[in-house]
């Protein structure tokens, strides 16, 4: 089956900086890699997502980049705010038998220090 | 609103009691699926339903752990018996039909977390 590695457990940033996460994965089929957002109490929100068609994709402050070779992909928030404070989940997606079952990195706690 | 919702979403119990959960999806999300969280982890999988079909369930799924999906619209998960190791958070989503190229977006509830005393 798939495993998803998540990278760091906890990053710690100042307000303003950048912050990146990284993952790696092993399962070859998989081709598409959600990022969410989970605040304390609540369930993962979906932030960005990318396809194993294209390398890169931008959303404001959010990018997702895509190696397919190396298997792995990164999620990088520029300008960083308190608000972006939470811990982000990776996760790897196989295509076929329409169930598309993710699996999901350990997560990493983002604390955006004002 | 029209996201995920999910009931309770706190639920707590005495070891040994059975307790039932429920999920409403995004109305004509044909595919709802049930997660299990703890501490520090990220969503495990516990199973999935296509419609009222239930097509795949994880190891994790041991045989005291039941779901439901009857008319393809809302779900529920039940446990019986509950262990202490069974305090987490479960957690609902749901994706859009498979065809139109978004199927494999999953929306998530905000969870029912179960704490066994």
């Known amino acids: 089956g798939e495993n998803v590695e998540q990278h760091p457990s906890t990053l710690s940033v100042q307000e303003g900086d950048s912050a990146v996460i990284k993952c790696t994965y092993s399962d070859s089929a998989s081709n598409y890699f959600p990022w969410y957002k989970q605040e304390l109490g609540k369930g993962p929100q979906l932030i960005i997502d990318i396809r194993s068609n294209v390398g890169e994709k931008k959303d404001q402050r959010i990018a997702v980049t895509l190696n397919k070779t190396a298997k792995h992909f990164s999620l990088h928030i520029t300008e960083t705010q308190p608000e972006d404070s939470a811990v982000y989940f990776c996760a790897a997606t196989p295509w076929g038998g329409g169930s598309y079952i993710p699996t999901f990195g350990r997560g990493t706690s983002l604390i955006v220090h004002p | 609103d029209t996201g995920v919702s999910q009931n309770p979403r706190h639920k707590i119990t005495k070891r040994g009691q059975n307790v039932t959960f429920r999920c409403d999806p995004i109305s004509e999300h044909n595919r709802l699926y049930w997660y299990r969280q703890t501490l520090g982890q990220g969503p495990e999988f516990l199973t999935y339903?296509?419609?009222?079909?239930?097509?795949?369930k994880s190891r994790l799924l041991s045989d005291r752990f039941s779901a439901e999906r009857p008319k393809g619209s809302f779900s529920t998960l039940e446990i019986q018996r509950t262990e202490q190791g069974d305090s987490a958070m479960y957690l609902c989503?749901?994706?859009?039909?498979?065809?139109?190229?978004?199927?494999?977006?999953?929306?998530f509830g905000p969870g029912t977390r179960l704490t066994v005393l």
């Open positions: 339903f296509q419609n009222e079909a239930q097509l795949e």
């Open positions: 989503a749901s994706n859009p039909p498979a065809s139109g190229g978004a199927g494999d977006t999953q929306y």
